[in-house]
Structure formats: C-alpha cells, structure tokens
C-alpha cells in the first residue's frame, strides 16, 4: 500500500471507533481517507460485518472501489464492492461496499436495523448534499433506537468537525489528519468579460499547457461548455487527447478520464464539479478554472427544479486548486482576480435549503417521521420547502390529509426514484407500460439521452434506437425499474394502453398544462403556474401538454421538455383529475353561476348552472355588500348611528348580524339592488329599543327652525353636524341649537337658496358679521326683511308686505 498521511492518524482514528460509535474525521484532499479507511477497519473486533461507504457521485464510488481493489491486489466486486444507479460489482466475499448517497438512503429505509452493516462512512460530507444529511440523520435514529453497536464515520476535508461531532453526540471525538503538502501556485488571469467562458477557458487552457508540463483539468459548469471547449481545443491543439468528465459519460470514459494515458502523452480533461473531490485523477499537475458552478436549486413557485450558474465558492475553488497538487508541485490557473476572490461565498450553501424536498418528506413518512423535526440535522428542512412537498406528494396520492404515507405511497417509497418520478412508472405498470414509463422517468433525470430537444417523445425514440454504451446502460437501468414496478401492482386487462403523454402525467398532474394564446407561448397548468415555450416549437401547436421539465424563474420559466396530450386521453386515463365544479363568479354587478369541467387550475368546459345553490349566491352577495357598505347601506343612516354610537349599526355589527337584517333580503336576488327604503327597515329593524331611542335622541334625523320648518340635518360630511337653512327662518334665535353636546353647523343660505355663510357661533354672527351680510343681501333681495337685530325679530319666510300683512 502506498504511504499515505491517513496512516497516522488510523491508531488514533480505531481507537476512537473501538470506544465510541461515531468519529469525525478531517483530513485535507490527498490524504487518503476515501481509499485507507474504509479497509483499515476491516480487521477489528467489531467490525464483523459489512462497511458501507458513501459516495456523493457515481463516478467517485466506482473510481473510489476500484483503487481500493486495486490495493487489494483485487478486482472489484470481491473484498471491495461498489453499488451505483447504472453499474454494480458485489458478490457474497463483499466487505466494503461503495454506495452512491441515494443507494444508501434506500437501503436503510428498506432495513432500518441495517441487519449486517457495522458501519457506515459518510465521505465528503461538506459537500452537504440531500440524500448525505438525509442518511446521516436515518443512521443516527436507527444508531439510537436499534443499532447501538452501528458505528457512524463522518468524514470530509472541510467541514466543521466540531458541529458534525455534536450533531453525533457530545462525546464524539474528532480526529483531524494532514494532508499531503505539494507545493501548490496559484495564477490569476482575471475575468474577460467580453469573452464568453468557453472562448476564455479554451484560450487559457492553451496558456497553460505551452507553459507547464503533466495533464491538465479543466472545470467548467456544464457539459454544453465543456464540448464547446473541446470543439475549440480539437482545432487549437491537435496532438492533445480531450476527455470529458461529467455524469453522463459512459463507465469506460470515465475510467480514461480518471487515469494516466498508457503510453504517457500529455491529456486535457473538461471536467465538471465532479471531479472537485473523492477522485484522484493520475497525472494531473495543471488545473485550469472557470470559477463557475452549476447547481440545481427548486423554486417553489414554479414547481419546478432549474439549473443556476453561480460564482463557485471559496471552498470549491480550494478543492478544485487542490486536484493539481495531489501528486507532486501543481499549478491552478484562476479565470478571476485575486482581490475579487474574498468576495465569493465561503461555502456552497446545502442543498437542504436549495432542492426539492418531495423525496425527503416522502423518505420520513416512510420512516414513520412526519415531523423533520424529530431528527437530527445540521440545517434542518425550511417549512415552507416541507408545504411544499407534502403539497406534491397529496397531489400523488402519497400521504394522507395527516401526513402519514398510503398504500400508494409506500409502493412509490420502493422505487428508487423521485416520487413523481415513482408515480409514473407505476402508473404504467398498471396499464402494462411499465418498460415506456421507466424510460420516461430515466429521461427526465439522464440529460442528454436521446439528443436535446424539448419533445420528450422524440427523445425517447431517439434513445429506444441508440446503441451506444450509455444508453444501453441506461435502457438496463429503466428495465430494473420496470421490472420493481411490475412487482408491486396488479396490471388491469384490456387491450388499449395509454400513451406516453399519460404515463407521464399520471406522476406530474400538476404539471398538465393548457395553451393559453394561439401562438402556444405562454401555458398554465392544472397546478396554476405559468410557463412558456418557444412559439417556434412543435410542441407550441398542442392543446395540452404534460410539462417535465422547464428551466428559469417562476415568473418566466420556459418548457424545456414536455410531451402532448389529447384532452380525449385525459378523460380517458386521468378521470378522477376532472372534476365537476359548481362556481359562483361575481361581475362587478352581479353574480354569475356556473357549472364547470374542470383540471385543477384548467377549466376544460363551462356552462350556465340550472340549479345552483340558493344560499350560496346570498353568502357571496352578503360578503359583496360586506367589502364596502357604505356603497349598499344609507350612508345617512350610518352616519348618524356613527355620530350617537349605536352598535348594531358598525362594520363589525353589521357583519356580524348580517345573516338576520341582509341575507333575507337577497333572497332569490342576483344582485345587490335593494331598495333604500327596505334597507333602512331592514337595519332598523335589528337595533332594540333602547338603540332606537339612543339614535333620535343624540342624532336626531331633521332640525326645526323657529319658523317652523324641518331641514335634514347631515351627518356624513367632514364638517358634521350640518344644516342648510334662510337666515330669515332662524330670527329670534338668541342660542345656538346644539345636537347632543355638538353645535350644529348652520349653513345660511339667501332667500335664493345661495350660501351666505356657515357659523357653529349664531349670537357671535348676530352681533358681528351680519351686519355686512344685511348690507349686501337688503340690496340684492328688497322685498325681504333685514333687520339690524334679528334676534328679536319673529322668524318668517314671508316677504316684508306679506309679514305685515299677516299681523307679524
């Protein structure tokens, strides 16, 4: 075995493992960790069964059970085994088994006990992913509550080995190894903003390879730019030999990407952030950066999970720096400045807070967790991710209105993929189609098989035909799926199947979506999102579709994969998604009902209703007159009940009573075109006696004039009390009148009816602006009396020869 810096701190690190059940571990990149632990443990005494590794990427486990074999003097699949989605190597002499993050969640949720399993490794733990924190918390519970002997390992090169250490227990040890220190130089080439990354990376890779000498790695985002690069690079440097690295090459690709070229040329490896850790990638000195990761992160909103290009962290771009120095002196070429680098976050934030957490909250209620709560966790899951899966999940028939799982959904718990994804290969299986619906859920996770196009169905029949590596692998993958599936339902007889469209739906009803312009850019779906698709698409001139995939905001996410539906298979497959809605529509004026055929947020028909529900329209005409009744009610009659303070005539008690004074006025109405009169009776009617007699005693309705006449008094303007009423028909009138302890305001107006004045202070207008007043009315208006003194004058309205006459 090769010396590595691992090996001396394994004493310390067995003994730990000997007196506790959990460790952490530290150790930089190169230390060995992922390779010398794993069969160090093998030998102790308690250690008596299998060693579970994770491994947070298929292409890590394999590389990382291979070297270990290879130590061994082994294959792989004896001492050393490995279990991945797409390839496997394990038999009966299996010790040491290297597992993908995902496996081994599955794993214990199918065996809790984890019946022969005396440890679990949970390696590059900081790389925080979903299934890691989820399988570390269900290793915890199952080490608490059955397995008391299970060892728990966490090992990783950043991480906070304290917080791990208390997440395991109070007395966890943390044992921090070095690593092994090649002298490492770092080169800033700055940022080009005018160049797009895959120009700027190709011309710094040829930088780097006519200035250092060993292999070079490359990190790019994504597989779209790493052949853009590859393309410029076949052109600029011929003799080089161009691997990618990423998630979709073949075992056999990867493996060549991995290791030293035989005969000792010089490589270039386009690589993703798969290889920022676990991996050794031989003969590597030179790494050249982008500074970029691509993530995928769930927006809520659209339902949907996209992917999102950020700056890569501090962490990340250590780890990717790091990849050069693990043989010998190495070289980073950074595409970024040095004084901007400060700036990048720290850390990649964990996917607990970023992803989708359908699988997480299905895996619990599977577990017997309908609380997150109960568990430990680093970050524990937001609330408003877990609404949203539970929301997804109810939609599938997966948990119960309590949160518990169903029948259904601990068939959908058994496959192993995402819940939608589960749901629509099962929903084949049902039919016969689970081959075709296995497909389409390998489709929506493997990009690229069967070419890029948004029209799932051309992919798939693109892939059925392919005879390439990956996508025989692949197709192998989907047929275990199937074949799982067949096993867990009891198809239904008949010779009609549904089509792709449907398999798909039946695990993404949400995601049905209905054209809304005749362009077919902009859709809405039967969960109420929008999304759009580039009119120029084939896919633009269905009537429905069944959405998969779709990249971008909620706002303006776009459809970048989906299949057409017809709303005849709908309602031949999907029966129990429409559903027969009485609805009540208020327009503005009036109510409108209605009786529709409705998928979910899709209304599919829409008709009159001949028989709708009586009550109903009064409780949406009572909650119309409600939102603003003072455009309903007299506003007069409130007023005054506002100004004495009666009760039973507020917003709260007219609410609050408005099944008694309202709603039997609406009856058999549409519309909210009572009479005022019958209004008035109506609110009257509710208040009791003492109310009544509170309200015309302290806000009485009309004044009296000295003269005799009656004048409404207003209650409702900014300045109320109020009162217009002739000057000449207040003579005599020595006190101000009052309403209640308020002075009325007194609106004088001309024999005309024209203002002349307002006054809450009658004797001080008497005695003070009146007289200017008589000057300019005695002009204006001969015939009638003005008098100096008009408190001591008899009120009339008569004119002076028809006062005179009278006697007055």
């Known amino acids: 075995m090769p010396d590595l810096p691992i090996h001396s701190v394994l004493p310390e690190l067995l003994g730990a493992l000997r007196a506790h059940s959990g460790a952490v571990l530290v150790a930089p990149p190169g230390a060995g960790k992922t390779t010398a632990v794993a069969p160090a443990l093998l030998d102790e005494q308690w250690c008596s ?22 130590m061994l003097g082994e294959k792989p699949g004896e001492t050393i085994g490995y279990l991945t989605r797409l390839d496997s190597k394990r038999s009966a002499k299996t010790r040491v088994l290297v597992v993908t993050e995902a496996i081994f969640v599955n794993t214990i949720l199918a065996d809790p006990e984890l019946e022969g399993v005396s440890a679990v490794l949970f390696d590059e733990a900081h790389e925080r992913h979903l299934d890691s924190d989820l399988g570390l918390a269900l290793a915890l519970e199952s080490r608490s509550v059955l397995r008391e002997d299970l060892r ?20 966890t040890p943390v044992i921090e190894s070095e690593g092994r220190a090649h002298p490492l130089r770092i080169e800033w ?27 070079v790695l490359a990190f790019l985002p994504g597989v779209r730019e790493i052949e853009r690069v590859r393309e410029r690079l076949e052109t600029r440097l011929p003799a080089a030999l161009l691997f990618p690295l990423h998630g ?21 490896v386009l690589a993703t952030a798969i290889a920022e850790t676990s991996l050794t990638l031989d003969g590597v000195s030179v790494v050249v950066d982008a500074g970029l990761s691509r993530r995928a992160e769930f ?17 990340a771009a250590a780890q990717r720096a790091g990849r050069a120095a693990r043989q010998g002196p190495g070289v980073a070429y950074r595409l970024w400045e040095e004084a901007g680098h400060g700036g990048r976050p720290p850390y990649d934030p964990p996917e607990m807070l970023t992803s989708d957490l359908a699988p997480l909250v299905l895996a619990l209620a599977q577990w017997g967790s309908g609380d997150p709560s109960e568990l430990a966790w680093l970050d524990p899951p937001p609330n408003a991710s877990v609404s949203a899966a539970r929301q997804t999940l109810l939609a599938l028939g997966a948990l119960d209105a309590e949160g518990r799982i169903t029948q259904r959904g601990q068939k959908l718990a058994q496959l192993p993929l995402d819940p939608q994804g589960a749901a629509t290969v099962l929903f084949g299986a049902e039919h016969g189609m689970e081959v075709e619906a296995a497909r389409i859920a390998l489709l929506l996770q493997e990009r690229g098989l069967g070419g890029r196009c948004e029209d799932l169905e051309a992919r798939l029949s693109r892939w059925n035909t392919d005879r390439g590596a990956r996508a025989e692998a692949s197709r192998k993958l989907a047929a275990r799926w199937a074949k799982r599936a067949a096993q867990l339902v009891q ?14 739906a039946a695990g993404r009803p949400e995601f049905i979506a209905r054209r809304r312009d005749a362009s077919g850019e902009n859709w809405v779906t039967a969960g109420g999102r929008g999304f759009m698709l580039d009119p120029a698409s084939p896919l633009a001139r269905a009537e429905f579709l069944v959405v998969g995939d779709a990249q971008g905001q909620a706002k303006g996410a776009r459809i970048t994969s989906a299949i057409a539906l017809e ?36 209304t599919l028909a829409r008709g009159p209703d001949p028989s709708p529900d009586a009550a109903a329209i009064v409780d949406m005409l009572v909650e119309k007159a409600l939102e603003n009744p003072a455009k309903l009610l007299p506003a007069e009659l409130l007023a005054r009940a506002s100004f004495a303070g009666v009760e039973g005539l507020t917003s709260e008690g007219l609410a609050e009573n408005a099944s008694h004074w309202l709603a039997p006025l609406l009856q058999g109405r549409r519309d909210l075109a009572v009479p005022k009169g019958k209004l008035v009776d109506a609110l009257l009617g509710q208040l009791d006696w003492d109310s009544r007699q509170k309200l015309d005693r302290v806000a009485p309705r009309e004044f009296t004039s000295p003269a005799g006449t009656t004048h409404r008094i207003d209650y409702t303007g900014d300045d109320a009390p109020s009162v217009e009423v002739r000057v000449q028909a207040l003579f005599g009138l020595e006190r101000h009148p009052m309403v209640g302890q308020t002075p009325l305001l007194l609106k004088l107006t001309s024999p005309a009816g024209r203002p002349i004045q307002a006054t809450r202070d009658l004797p001080g207008f008497w005695r003070g602006s009146w007289a ?37």
Do not use: C
């Not at 890779?205 to 000498?213: D, F, G, K, L, S």
């Not at 927006?299 to 962490?315: E, K, P, W």
């Not at 200017?772 to 003194?789: L, N």
């Open 49 to 70: 069964g299998t060693i579970i590794l994770t491994s947070p990427r298929r292409v890590a486990a394999r590389a990382a059970a291979e070297r270990m074999a290879e």
């Open 152 to 171: 728990v390992l966490v090992m990783s090169a950043t991480i906070d080995g304290s917080r791990f250490a208390s997440l395991l227990g109070e007395d």
């Open 189 to 215: 080439l700055g940022s080009s903003p005018q160049l797009a990354v895959e120009d700027a990376m190709a011309q710094a890779i040829v930088t780097a390879w006519r200035a250092e000498e060993g292999d």
């Open 248 to 268: 979709q090459v073949d075992p056999a690709g990867q493996r060549a990407a991995i290791r030293r070229d035989p005969e000792g040329r010089r490589r270039i």
């Open 299 to 315: 927006d809520r909103a659209a339902g949907t999970t996209h992917l999102v290009t950020h700056r890569a962290s501090q962490a």
């Open 491 to 504: 198809p239904s007889p008949g010779k009609d199947v549904p089509k792709a469209g449907i398999l798909l």
């Open 567 to 602: 709303e005849s298979d709908l309602e031949r497959w999907l029966p129990e998604r429409i559903e027969r809605r009485h609805v009540l529509r208020w327009t503005g004026e009036r109510v409108e009902a209605l009786v529709e055929r409705r998928l979910g947020a899709i």
């Open 772 to 808: 200017d007043v008589r000057k300019e009315m005695k002009g204006r208006y001969p015939k009638h009396r003005w008098p100096e003194e008009p408190w001591a004058e008899a009120p009339s309205l008569k004119t002076k020869n028809a006062f005179s006459k009278s006697g007055g």
